[in-house]
């Protein structure tokens, strides 16, 4: 299955709070699961990425948390501020030879920092 | 150095038209993947291109086809236009061997 589930679809926080996104797939074959943040009328940036052999990476406000035995990843975004509202997607990749990365994005979650 | 450009930015098409979409791909990438993005959901890989050959492909039907030309830049072509057909169409470029996935900021396909 190729399939990536997300939730929630949206989110909304407070101004300092923690903002949780949660993934799973089902495809064992996946070996890099990137997050991507998307404002509107713009194309999706790549946050942060994470491989299946590490259980956690975090960059500034952002980890990620990765478990392999459950086919479960999740972004974590501490202290909130309202410039981080925008559309996050996690995706899972494969990578064949001779071919670069394609990837299996989840639906979104539309996150919404309050001030 | 700019990243990837597309054009046009914003298209409307009539149903049963044909379609050219446009993607100059970042300084330094050889690889351009495309990708439908309907609206409130995740992107859809379409097609990949590297060597001016198509390498891996979606579950998108043979109305969509592309090009990959000599200096990398790529086309996207969609014959028969469906009302579905609507949505943002983003294209990425990425170094076959060295990664570096960037996204341009897509063309807004509207099909009435």
């Known amino acids: 299955q190729q399939q990536v589930k997300q939730s929630p679809q949206s989110l909304i926080v407070q101004k300092g709070g923690i903002s949780i996104i949660n993934c799973a797939y089902e495809?064992?074959?996946?070996?890099?699961f990137p997050w991507y943040q998307q404002f509107p009328g713009k194309g999706p940036a790549l946050l942060i990425a994470?491989?299946?052999?590490?259980s956690e990476k975090k960059e500034g406000r952002f980890t990620i948390s990765f478990n392999k035995s459950a086919k479960q990843f999740s972004l974590h975004i501490m202290d909130s501020q309202p410039g981080d509202s925008a559309t996050y997607f996690c995706a899972a990749s494969t990578k064949r030879s001779g071919s670069a990365r394609q990837l299996t994005f989840g639906s979104g979650t539309q996150l919404t920092v309050l001030p | 150095d700019a990243g990837v450009t597309q054009s046009p930015t914003h298209l409307i098409k009539t149903r049963g038209q044909q379609v050219t979409l446009r993607c100059s791909p970042k300084?330094?990438?050889?690889?351009v993947s495309w990708y439908q993005q309907a609206l409130g959901q995740g992107p859809q890989f379409i097609f990949q291109y590297y060597e001016e050959e198509e390498r891996q492909r979606g579950n998108f039907p043979d109305r969509f086809s592309g090009h990959q030309f000599p200096n990398y830049s790529s086309e996207l072509n969609v014959n028969a236009l469906l009302l579905g057909d609507s949505a943002l169409y983003l294209c990425a470029s990425s170094s076959l061997f060295q990664g570096g996935y960037t996204f341009g900021s897509g063309t807004r396909l509207t099909v009435v």
């Open positions: 300084s330094g990438h050889d690889t």
């Open positions: 994470i491989r299946p052999d590490v």
């Open positions: 495809n064992t074959a996946f070996d890099y």
